[in-house]
């Protein structure tokens, strides 16, 4: 069972580089978000989907774009990667039949831009 | 807005108690999580609640008081392998999954 996986596990980018990284869950779960976690400002909210073609903006969208083909998959690319993007990037999952609604993370990607 | 507070680090000695306060000030509420981080390592579930009350579950119980927008997770006969961040999250609303996460409380457990 592999559950969530993320790709690539690092990074190192230079500035004004388009980057994807990559996020593939095994459960179908409905329910998928991109986090970005920094020093000082714990897990922050990126985009998140809620089924295939469907996204929707989190609370630090700007730079970022995502899509959702396919349920196990969620892209994030960065479109014009800045230093300031330098971050470790966490995507997690989330079935909306469980009660908890409790999410499952990934191992994250550090990434780092130059 | 959002805001949730926690202390930003602690420390205890292994086989004590320790209390990991979170306050919270949300637009609306529909449940509050508690996520493990090891360094390195991804978050993990602890524990939920939605109603007021305490939810034990082993060494680690959580209590949530909605009125007065507070919750901790109590860790007991701690462990060395409890040395971790401490993650609070808010979910706002009923059937959305957004989580809104404090910035987390470290914990080092000292022999």
């Known amino acids: 069972d592999a559950g969530i996986t993320q790709s690539p596990r690092y990074k190192i980018t230079e500035t004004g580089r388009q980057v994807t990284l990559m996020c593939h869950q095994t459960w179908s779960h409905s329910y998928m978000f991109w986090y970005r976690q920094d020093l000082g400002h714990g897990l922050r909210l990126i985009y998140y989907?809620?089924?295939?073609?469907?996204?929707d903006k989190g609370e630090v969208p700007d730079g970022y774009v995502v899509s959702r083909s396919k349920t196990e998959n969620f892209p994030l690319t960065l479109e014009s990667a800045t230093r300031s993007q330098t971050s470790v990037y966490f995507c997690?999952?989330?079935?909306?039949?469980?009660?908890?609604?409790?999410?499952?993370f990934g191992p994250g990607t550090r990434l780092t831009v130059t | 807005g959002q805001n949730i507070d926690q202390p930003t680090e602690m420390t205890a000695t292994e086989g004590a108690i320790v209390q990991i306060n979170c306050t919270y000030q949300t637009s609306g509420f529909n449940g509050l999580f508690w996520y493990q981080q090891h360094a390195g390592e991804a978050p993990t579930f602890l524990s939920y609640n939605v109603l007021d009350g305490l939810e034990e579950k082993g060494r680690f119980s959580s209590f949530l008081s909605r009125s007065k927008g507070y919750s901790y997770l109590l860790l007991k006969e701690l462990q060395m392998k409890d040395s971790a961040s401490y993650l609070c999250?808010?979910?706002?609303?009923?059937?959305?999954?957004?989580?809104?996460f404090g910035t987390g409380t470290r914990l080092l457990v000292s022999p």
């Open positions: 989907s809620a089924a295939a073609d469907i996204t």
């Open positions: 999250a808010v979910r706002d609303r009923e059937g959305f999954q957004k989580l809104v």
């Open positions: 997690a999952s989330s079935e909306s039949q469980d009660r908890t609604y409790e999410q499952y």
